[in-house]
């Protein structure tokens, strides 16, 4: 679906580490889908000829020394001016010709984000073993701790407004970007959606650099963090109930002792007891605290989101 969008400055970014099976092929994909796109390869310090075929095929080519794609989504983000982007890997998985698709339903709908789903129509080997149960797993934690979430939350191919990419802080450093991305939409309430895109399998010669369980413990360790940095009153909650009920199951033997002789033999539990207790309520007070330092952070981010000129149909012209 080739789409026309002369009235907007469309940028595909690609980041990039050994594709040089793949990455030609991905930008001449991209250029016949979106002809006034500018496509943007980050190589993030291949070791084969990636950049040469980059620019072989076209694109703008860029380098990002410090490894990591959460590294290069931020150089990214940081360094290109446009009022749409679309991210996406250089390694031909995502289908280039469904870019359209995704363009259309952000600027139509007026959404900041939307997210290419691949778990309903992908090629048999697309994701390796492991990665689609890994996938559903990681989503049920993120839709556990935040309350909502989107069915694929790892895909790395998104269609982003300019309000969404500049208002994106790029904290992370890895594979966990993704979860990063997904985060700040739900935390900010940003108009987001999803659309089913194939997803296909590695080119012959290319290699995922995804470690599955490492990577995966980084992600799973990343959604733990936003839980606790952007839900600290739920997080400090839970550790103080386990506190607590610790603290009330040591207690009751030495209370009832207690109640029938007048004595409290085992003074260390009861102390253990007692340490357990107030280190609950300290648990309680701290993510009371923390809640309301987030609830101004995020009115501060919300405010300079909404700063940030609004995605009009119309674009530039």
Known sequence: MVVELSNFRVAVIL????????????VQEFRATIPEAVIYVYDNNSTDDTIACARA????????????????????????????????????TYAADHAGVLIRKLI????DMVVGSRLTTY?????????????????GCLG????????????????????????????????ETEIELTVHALELRMPSAEQVTPYRSRLEGSVS????????????????????????????SIIASILALTAVILAIPVFITYLQTG????????????????????????GLILETVTRGRREMK???????PVLEKQGKG
């Open 15 to 26: 980041p990039c580490y050994n594709e040089e099976a793949a990455i030609g092929q991905t």
């Open 57 to 92: 095929a076209g694109a703008v080519v860029r380098c990002e020394h410090r490894q990591g794609k959460g590294q290069v989504v931020r150089r990214m983000f940081a360094d290109v001016e446009a009022d749409i982007y679309v991210l996406a890997d250089g390694d031909g």
């Open 108 to 111: 139509d709908e007026g959404l």
């Open 123 to 139: 090629e048999g080997q697309a994701f390796r073993r492991g990665h689609r149960f890994g996938n559903d797993l990681l989503t």
């Open 144 to 175: 556990l701790f935040f309350g909502r979430t989107f069915s694929d939350i790892l895909s790395g191919y998104r269609v982003l407004s300019r309000r969404f990419v500049k208002s994106f802080p790029a904290l992370s450093t890895g594979f």
């Open 209 to 236: 650099k995804l470690r599955t369980y490492r990577d995966g413990l980084r992600i799973l360790k990343e959604i733990l963090t936003l839980f606790r940095e952007e839900r600290p009153l739920p997080f400090f």
């Open 263 to 286: 004595l409290v033999p085992r003074f260390p539990t009861a102390i253990l007891a007692t340490g357990l207790m107030i280190l609950s309520s300290l648990s309680l007070t701290c």
């Open 302 to 308: 919300r405010l300079f989101y909404l700063s940030l």
